[in-house]
């Protein structure tokens, strides 16, 4: 394989996939990036066994063929070199030469045949949605996952398509996060899957506000093209919680806050939790909150908040980060919070969204 290509394109290639490269000792082989010409583009591929991802690029083809190459060394070396035209040129005996204005390289490569292969999804129905909205439910849920590695499960979320419509779901056991929206197509298929994080992660940071992304659903993998860019993970395998069992019937007395503000004295009071001494206290009056927080040896505060409200007043202690995390992705000037009693959850809904935060002990 000989290619010629811009710094900027193979850079930009690299950075696409270094994420997934793994560092298992055990296989070297994931350690490196493939790299394989095809169509008069380079298509470049890592994988870590549970997620693959492959992308493409603009290059000139001298020669045909393919190589793996050490991933950090190549990228630490791409990145130094000088603008202009790069020169890659994979001999018969695994060496790689890399050639940039006046400086040349040598790295030992591996043959493309070990690395594994990019999973191929055959006669799939194809899905389809904006990567906006894509990227807004995966924004939405995923920083409500567990990060036990006891409750595997919950380390993902739950992605579901049920009459033309798609819902993603997570949860810790402790806060639940539930997002719909319509599918571009028409389908009468129904799915359910669970996306690791570490996958959803990645099709976020690839994810823009413009454009489709598509999805194919195999049997324990799942495959996302976004631009060009394909992202194929394996689910996790069990069985996901029945969330509806836990969501209350929404009521029609609810708080009606300034985002910002109620956001803002969370904030303020949580400057003062420790991880002994988490929760935060709620006191809900006719027209106002009063929030307030009391570590032992650490010192106390106390904040008012105008709000709208026509219920009983109550008390009621949270979690301030899993308020916090709800509060800082949403993009309302008001939130409307329903507080049910002492023992009860915060929910928040928005006209396709529900979050849920169970309270603590103050």
Do not use: W
């Not at 050490?70 to 030469?97: C, H, M, W, Y």
């Not at 990019?118 to 996952?145: C, G, H, I, S, Y």
């Not at 949580?270 to 991880?275: I, Q």
Request: net charge negative.
């Amino acid at each position: 394989m000989k290619i010629k290509i811009s710094k900027e394109n193979l850079l930009a290639g690299i950075q696409t996939v270094y994420n997934i490269v793994s560092n298992k000792i055990s296989l070297p082989i994931l350690s490196n990036i493939l790299l394989q010409t095809k169509d008069n583009k380079l298509i470049l591929n890592a994988t870590d066994l549970d997620i693959g991802i492959s992308c493409e690029v603009p290059v000139d083809i001298v020669g045909e063929g393919g190589i793996t190459i050490p991933a950090k060394r190549f990228s630490d070396i791409v990145k130094e070199l000088p603008q202009g035209e790069i020169t890659i040129n994979a001999k018969k005996n695994n060496q790689v030469d890399i050639e940039g204005q006046l400086c040349r390289f040598k790295l030992n490569g591996l043959p493309k045949d070990e690395f594994p292969k990019f999973p191929e999804f055959k006669d799939k129905e194809v899905f389809q949605l904006d990567q906006e909205l894509l990227k807004e439910m995966f924004q939405l849920t995923a920083f409500a996952v567990s990060h036990e590695e006891s409750r595997y499960v919950l380390n993902g979320v739950l992605l579901e398509i049920i009459d033309n419509h798609i819902k993603i779901v997570a949860t810790d056991g402790r806060r639940l996060a539930k997002i719909q929206k319509q599918l571009k197509n028409v389908t009468k298929k129904e799915i359910s899957v669970i996306l690791p994080i570490k996958a959803v992660q990645e099709i976020m940071r690839n994810l823009t506000d413009e454009g489709v992304v598509s999805f194919v659903v195999g049997s324990n993998q799942v495959l996302f093209d976004i631009d060009s860019v394909l992202i194929a993970t394996r689910v996790i395998e069990g069985d996901f919680p029945n969330y509806n069992q836990v969501i209350p019937k929404e009521t029609t007395t609810k708080i009606k806050v300034l985002t910002k503000d109620i956001l803002s004295a969370i904030r303020r009071a949580n400057l003062l939790a420790t991880p002994d001494f988490q929760a935060i206290k709620f006191e809900v009056f006719k027209d106002k909150l009063v929030v307030s927080k009391q570590t032992p040896d650490i010192g106390e505060s106390r904040e008012e908040v105008v709000i709208e409200y026509t219920g009983e007043e109550l008390v009621v202690g949270f979690n301030p980060q899993y308020l916090i995390d709800y509060l800082k992705n949403i993009n309302e000037k008001y939130s409307f919070m329903e507080l049910l009693g002492t023992d009860k959850p915060a929910i928040f809904r928005m006209a396709d969204y529900l979050y849920l935060a169970l309270p603590m002990r103050i």
